[in-house]
């Protein structure tokens, strides 16, 4: 039997990030979908062998899990470009959407695919056979609902087949995705994992371990608010709210194409805008280098308030906090305008991730962390198990 092979995926809203086996393949792609046909044209230079399977990821997805089976889609870069692209929206369940599900399936056959992964599952002909065992996570809100459970039941138990229609070097192949296991984490808890713990769960932060922090984690649909005591998070204290950026993003978007007439492809794309090293509020309108600020400030402060109206309110409610830390892409995209609210009013004792890729790929990582601790655990148990089989046989 071969072994299960780790994933740690968080679908986020605007991208998924996910990491494989020893995190030596890491997979960030836009958290975008469109349905196509089967025969989608191909512009020549696509078909070229050295040509970037990511950027056009043409799949066919079987899966009793979806409430559309066997449909076709885009997925990614590729979906970005279609005029019936697709992103999650505001006010839905993450757990509920079979989109959520396509961009996880998707990612795990882009990694089974790999010609450096050809010794790792069975494979015949083009047919992989591929187990995973997955460390994903959930909004906070939706797990205190119970969601959780519907979708890790969802995924255990089935065979969900991925085909690759048209996409480049994997033309043809269809993978059996099966789970082993499945760990679903809520997000406000992963947050804190990753802030205090490496990857073997060792204690890396000391400071934070004893204190009583905030963690505000702000996503594109939903922003949870984990308030952390006696190294646990406080179930019936953390907060989950049902606001995250991506009605902001949209908004931008769509002002940018109006007064511009520029048209970005996905919030993806929006994000890159706002928090770029270099021309940061700028977009290029017709060969000029055109500013954006007065959209982007105007709906981003807007945003932001809200989002420390919600930090206040839980503050207030655990008045012994001794510091917030914002995570989260959203925390990215609203950094600069959290901390002028913050200096303007209440002055709270806040901090940011001042690494972008670290802040954006908290969650993965901390989902990494998790599952791998949890598999050593079960490898662990599994061969004590076959030991003590073996003693009682020769007896």
Not at 16 to 23: D, N, R, S, T
Not at 36 to 64: A, F, M, Q, W
Request: glycine share 6%; hydrophobic share 35%.
């Amino acid at each position: 039997m071969r072994k299960s092979r780790i994933a740690a995926i968080d679908v986020g809203n605007d991208s998924i990030k996910a990491l494989f086996g020893k995190a030596e393949y890491e997979l960030n792609m836009p958290n975008v979908i469109a349905r196509d046909t089967e025969d989608r044209p191909v512009i020549g230079i696509e078909e070229l062998d050295d040509k970037n399977p990511l950027e056009g990821v043409h799949i066919r997805v079987h899966s009793p899990a979806l409430r559309e089976n066997n449909a076709i889609y885009r997925v990614g870069d590729l979906a970005t470009k279609s005029g019936n692209a697709t992103e999650l929206d505001q006010g839905s369940s993450k757990s509920e959407e079979d989109q959520t599900l396509i961009m996880l399936f998707a990612s795990l056959a882009l990694d089974a695919a790999r010609a450096e992964n050809e010794d790792l599952f069975e494979r015949k002909d083009s047919v992989i056979n591929a187990n995973y065992t997955l460390g994903t996570g959930l909004p906070l809100r939706e797990v205190k609902e119970g969601k959780d459970v519907g979708y890790r039941s969802r995924l255990l138990g089935s065979v969900h087949q991925i085909e690759f229609l048209v996409t480049p070097k994997y033309q043809g192949i269809k993978v059996n995705i099966k789970f082993d296991h499945v760990k679903v984490y809520p997000e406000g808890f992963a947050a804190y994992i990753n802030l205090v713990m490496d990857n073997d769960l060792n204690i890396i932060n000391r400071d934070l371990v004893d204190k009583r922090i905030l963690i505000q984690d702000i996503g594109g649909l939903t922003t949870d608010i984990a308030v952390i005591e006696n190294r646990k998070v406080d179930d019936d204290k953390a907060q989950g709210f049902n606001i995250g950026v991506s009605e902001s993003l949209e908004s931008i978007r769509e002002e940018i194409r109006t007064k511009h007439g520029v048209e970005l492809d996905s919030r993806r794309d929006v994000v890159e805008v706002i928090t770029k090293k270099h021309d940061r509020n700028h977009i290029m309108v017709k060969g000029s280098r055109t500013s954006v600020h007065d959209i982007t400030d105007r709906i981003l402060l807007e945003i932001a308030k809200k989002q420390y109206r919600h930090l206040r309110n839980v503050w207030q409610k655990n008045s012994q906090t001794e510091i917030c830390y914002f995570v989260g892409g959203g925390s990215m995209v609203l950094k600069e305008y959290l901390k002028t609210i913050n200096n303007n009013l209440d002055g709270y004792n806040i901090d940011f991730f001042e690494d972008e890729k670290e802040s954006i790929w908290m969650m993965a990582n901390a989902y990494y962390k998790l599952i791998s601790a949890f598999d050593k655990k079960n490898n662990k148990k599994q061969v004590e198990e076959e030991a003590e089989k073996r003693t009682v046989k020769n007896k």
